[in-house]
């Protein structure tokens, strides 16, 4: 089996239950990085403490994260945290890539997954410095201001879906799907589901105009197109395995291949699609609640075989802190 670019993908807890029952308790100071880092040897400390100086990417982000002091997930789940840097972050990843580790930070951040009316899970061609040229579900680091409310995430999920697609979502509908995590990405995602009161057509429009505007306002394009996905296990599994074939995307013509686009914008065309570690767990946390066992043990070691991850990793998150 092919060693993947992703690494291991984990899926640390998963549920279906109202995001009101999420409760972020946050104190105000802040903590490195580098310090308490999961599943860290002697050496991947010693290499995380001797950080040379490192440099943000034109425009990109730096600013105050969240960091996951402490969680209980017994009935109501609450998430405490402090406050860390987003540079210390960015170098402890650029220190561990290419180790071939399985270390995770404590920063948090968030995929929203979106699913319109007519059964279609969205993924957008990402734009930024942060793992441009993949596709992910509307998401966000947990950049803030003090002090951070109780509902901390679904404010911030309404924010990243109308920010990243357009369409507006009722904070009261959403909901928690579980925990997730990517060697390549090394934080932990707080996964949200929306099921948006529009279907694949009406949600392009919507996202073709809020490009339209943004591009108008000088503005920066979070996604330059999106990818509407069945969203029943067969067509999940081969999406999240890098084999899709099929249209997915009728108004902008985008048409792949077993994996590889052969209709669609000219920059991707004739080139596979990529994925972000912590994106595909958050889909498989949502597939868990929705696929009988046999199902989704079936699609997790497809994506293993197609070299997608080396390994989906089910752990208990409290036990590691």
């Not at 319109?116 to 942060?130: S, W, Y």
């Not at 209709?263 to 570690?277: L, M, N």
Request: glycine fraction near 8%; aromatic fraction near 8%; include cysteine.
């Amino acid at each position: 089996m092919v060693k993947s670019t992703i690494g291991n993908a984990y899926v640390f807890d998963a549920a279906f239950i109202s995001l009101t029952d999420l409760v972020v308790s946050h104190t105000p100071y802040m903590l490195r990085v580098q310090d308490n880092l999961i599943g860290a040897s002697d050496k991947e400390r010693n290499i995380t403490e001797t950080i040379k100086e490192f440099s943000l990417k034109p425009g990109e982000y730096d600013g105050t994260l969240l960091y996951l002091t402490g969680l209980d997930l017994k009935g109501r789940h609450f998430l405490s945290t402090n406050d860390t840097k987003y540079i210390d972050y960015q170098a402890v990843r650029a220190a561990l890539n290419g180790e071939g580790s399985h270390v995770l930070t404590r920063v948090l951040n968030l995929v929203a997954l979106v699913e319109t009316t007519d059964n279609k899970l969205v993924f957008g061609h990402k734009t930024t410095a942060h793992m441009g040229g993949l596709y992910s579900p509307p998401a966000g680091f947990s950049d803030h201001d003090n002090p951070v409310p109780a509902d901390y995430f679904a404010r911030l999920t309404v924010e990243e879906i109308s920010e990243e697609t357009g369409v507006s979502v009722d904070k009261k509908s959403l909901m928690y799907v579980g925990l997730t995590s990517g060697d390549d990405s090394r934080n932990i995602t707080v996964v949200t589901y929306a099921r948006v009161n529009e279907t694949a057509e009406g949600l392009e429009t919507a996202f073709t105009e809020l490009n339209r505007k943004l591009i108008e306002a000088g503005d920066r394009v979070e996604h330059d197109h999106l990818l509407y996905v069945p969203s029943d296990p067969d067509s999940v599994r081969e999406f999240l395995a890098n084999r899709y074939t099929g249209v997915l995307n009728s108004w902008q013509g985008i048409h792949f291949e077993n994996g590889v686009c052969t209709a669609g914008p000219e920059d991707i065309k004739r080139q596979e699609y990529g994925q972000i570690g912590n994106c595909v767990a958050a889909v498989l946390a949502l597939m868990k609640q929705r696929c009988d066992d046999k199902t989704y043990a079936n699609m997790v070691n497809e994506i293993k075989i197609a070299g997608v991850v080396d390994d989906v990793v089910h752990v208990n998150l409290e036990d590691m802190l």
